[in-house]
T-cell receptor, first 115, second 109 residues
């Protein structure tokens, strides 16, 4: 069974640029969630995708957008990068049919630095 | 809105028992989860409580009181490898998992 993978592991961008982060979900999972984790804080929910449709969204502006593909992999796109976007971006996969716990399996994250 | 409160830091010695408390305010509550995150690592799932009471999984136990909007994670027989950050998280309507700020646990010899 393959775990959740993310790419790239690290990324440096400048203000105003755009970035795309990628995530491959765990085998058998049909749901992907994205989180932003600033240093020393808990993960903040950005959005969730289920069967290629956005299935829930946190308090993030529209410049944060995403996609889910038929193989359940996913992308997070951030436009017009700001300094405050510097964070660890975590992807988590789960299955809505796996029971009430909604246990989420996290990838190792992408560390984004905006200069 | 959603909010969760947990202590920022806890220190304990090897072999001891430690309890990490979490209080929450949320709408559409489904359940309370706990995650562990080592420095530089990904969060990993520890437990989930949807109903009142205690759930035990090995050295770790988690408790929930829905009427008090309160839960805790109990770690027994502490080991050095338990040094990590622990997050409570509320699962609610909208398929959102809202995390607390985390409790950094330091286990000393």
């Amino acid at each position: 069974e393959t775990g959740v993978t993310q790419s790239p592991t690290h990324l440096i961008k400048t203000r105003g640029q755009q970035v795309t982060l990628r995530c491959s979900s765990q085998s058998g999972h049909n749901t992907v969630s994205w989180y932003q984790q600033a240093l020393g804080q808990g993960p903040q929910f950005i959005f969730q995708y289920y069967r290629e449709e956005e299935n829930g969204r946190g308090n993030f502006p529209p410049r944060f957008s995403g996609l889910q593909f038929p193989n359940y992999s996913s992308e997070l796109n951030v436009n017009a990068l700001e300094l405050d976007d510097s964070a660890l971006y975590l992807c988590a996969s789960s299955s809505l049919t796996s029971g009430p716990s909604n246990e989420q399996f996290f990838g190792p994250g992408t560390r984004l630095t905006v200069l | 809105g959603q909010s969760l409160e947990q202590p920022s830091e806890v220190t304990a010695v090897e072999g001891a028992i430690v309890q990490i408390n979490c209080t929450y305010q949320t709408s559409g509550f489904y359940g309370l989860s706990w995650y562990q995150q080592h420095d530089g690592g990904a969060p990993t799932f520890l437990s989930y409580n949807a109903l009142d009471g205690l759930e035990e999984t090995g050295r770790f136990s988690s408790f929930l009181s829905r009427s008090d909007s309160y839960g805790y994670l109990l770690l027994q027989e502490l080991q050095m490898k338990d040094s990590a950050s622990y997050f409570c998280a509320v699962f609610n309507a909208g398929n959102m998992l809202t995390f607390g700020g985390g409790t950094r646990l330091m286990v000393k010899p």
